[in-house]
């Protein structure tokens, strides 16, 4: 009898289905004169100063192994930041650990408060990764699903229902891929009001903190009375200063939360790039001139978007975050995912369906505009193209 290494695979990996994101991605890859909104990556190449600083870090050597909680520095500048940003007090030496981008801090938490049945409360639509993180550590991931008539925010009556006594933590996903949802001081007031004295901890996933737009700025629960000690912040510099490839996040939190993240972290990382890490603390010292360039441009982007939509009878609620933006296509008859299909192969047009991101997905599509206006504007003229076919 031969060997079969399917069997020997975990069952929750098995089972768990890949990437919806990644699916339409790489047919996209592939096709010639195609046109992608559909992957979450700023089309910004990371700034001169900061790519020189990880050059410089090179030439001065620093090639080894840093701290597993990441370079001192590094640390003390992240805390900075959290300070002058948020108004919030974290410790360099004992509240932030430095990680593989931030998906590898979610990892982390998750890993580290979670027992065999525990449950975490998921809003959807949301990034990919929590629901099977959640399953590879053994708990049970709950999903919320969020409304478009409310915006896609997470509402303290929505959350108080999925409550059980097995409930373990909220993952709050704001501002949020792939709506561009937010969730103002006043929403988030309410959340804490349900969570106020429960153990139901909170991860708070920011890493689009800098890219929000008109007047309010992003607030995070961390600052919102009582929810200090129960939130694990987690964050990076992909989004805010175009640093993906650099693979570099953060979580600041309560000393025994991060100290248990860090332990997990050691054993399976060691410790984050150090040549991003030098890179990053040039980001976090004289980034935010940067931030506003590329925050500006994302915003006239997402007008234009907007507005392309809804002038296409594909209605599209204001995001007010991230680069996404949500349109419903519901009016076409067709589900998320023939939607996506048929355009893709009609019009060369990449998008990711809904469904992408949670069966409350469905019946809207994620677009990003983190592509140039030329590409969006494109990308809009081939979506009227399709829908005036399918009309016929």
């Known amino acids: 009898m031969s060997f079969n290494p399917e069997k020997m695979i975990n069952k929750t990996v098995s089972s768990m289905p890949p990437s919806g994101i990644r699916r339409f991605f790489d047919v996209a890859a592939e096709m010639e004169d195609c046109i992608s909104l559909g992957v ?159 153990d139901i901890m909170v991860l708070s996933d920011e890493i689009y903190a800098e890219l929000t737009y008109g007047d309010k700025r992003h607030v995070s629960i961390a600052e919102i009375d009582g929810m200090y000690e129960r939130t694990v912040v987690v964050s990076g510099f992909s989004k805010a200063y175009a640093m993906t490839g650099w693979r570099l996040g953060y979580a600041v939190g309560h000393p025994a939360l991060i100290k248990a993240m860090t332990k997990v972290h050691q ?74 299909e048929n355009l893709l192969y009609s019009k060369r047009l990449a998008v990711v369906p809904g469904t992408a991101f949670g069966e409350s997905g469905e019946g809207f599509i994620r677009c990003s505009y983190a592509y140039s206006i030329k590409n969006i504007n494109e990308a809009l003229s081939r979506t009227e193209a399709f829908l005036k076919e399918i009309k016929r």
């Open 267 to 340: 054993y399976a990382i060691m410790s984050a790039p150090t040549t991003a890490q030098y890179a990053a603390i040039e980001a976090l010292k004289n980034g935010d001139s940067d931030i506003e360039t590329m925050r500006d441009e994302y915003n006239y982007r997402r007008q234009v978007i907007v507005a392309g939509f809804n002038k296409l009878g594909l209605s599209c609620f204001e995001p007010k975050g991230a680069f996404y933006c949500f349109p419903c296509i519901k009016s076409t008859g067709m589900d998320s995912n023939t939607f996506c």
């Open 40 to 198: 979450g990556e700023p089309d910004f190449v990371t700034p001169w100063h900061i790519r020189d600083e990880g050059i410089y870090s090179l030439e001065k050597g620093h090639t080894h192994y840093t701290s597993n909680s990441g370079l001192k520095e590094l640390r003390v500048e992240i805390c900075n930041y959290m300070k002058r940003r948020f108004s919030l007090n974290y410790n360099p030496d004992d509240q932030v650990v430095v990680t593989v981008g931030g998906s590898e801090a979610i990892d982390l938490f998750i890993r580290s408060i979670v027992e065999p049945g525990d449950e975490i409360l998921v809003c959807e639509p949301s990034f990919v990764c929590y629901k099977p993180i959640v399953s590879l550590a053994g708990g049970i991931p709950v999903v919320i699903e969020t409304k478009a008539e409310n915006d896609f925010r997470l509402t303290p009556e929505e959350l108080k229902s999925a409550i059980t006594d097995r409930t373990r933590a909220v993952v709050l996903p704001f501002p949020n891929n792939p709506t561009g949802a937010v969730m103002t001081k006043e929403d988030l007031e309410g959340i804490a009001d349900v969570l106020r004295g429960t």
